[in-house]
Nanobody
Framework: QVQLVESGGGLVQPGGSLRLSCTVS????????MGWFRRAPGKQRELVTT???????HYEDFVKGRFAVSRDNTKNTVYLFMNSLQPEDTAVYYC????????????????WGQGTQVTVSS
């Protein structure tokens, strides 16, 4: 059973920083892309950033220059470093991982973290 466990959310003042972590556990063959989505109050879920297993990353325009994603493949963990946070960044942040459970399966399945609340407010 593959599980993703997130940590690191909380309350921060505008202009502040937070780091989110997400670790994949359980039995699996390989992890491909990992990343983060968010859902703000009253809005649809939106992509924030992705990172492949070679370290290549993509950012949505609204976080470019402020957020940074990285991963430690030895720990099966993806990180999201959030700087210059603004009230509009308030949301529940969800990590995901595209996981190949067994070598014979032939494709990856997407697994999700439980979500962590980030609130930016003075």
């Amino acid at each position: 059973q593959v599980q993703l466990v997130e940590s690191g959310g909380g309350l921060v003042q505008p202009g502040g920083s937070l780091r989110l972590s997400c670790t994949v556990s359980g039995s699996f063959f390989n992890i491909f892309a990992m990343g983060w989505f968010r859902r703000a109050p009253g809005k649809q879920r939106e992509l924030v950033t992705t990172i492949n297993n070679g370290g290549g990353s993509h950012y949505e325009d609204f976080v470019k220059g402020r957020f940074a994603v990285s991963r430690d493949n030895t720990k099966n963990t993806v990180y999201l470093f959030m700087n210059s946070l603004q009230p509009e960044d308030t949301a529940v942040y969800y990590c995901y991982a595209d996981v190949v459970v067994t070598a014979s399966r032939g494709h990856e399945d997407r697994y999700w973290g439980q979500g962590t609340q980030v609130t930016v407010s003075s």
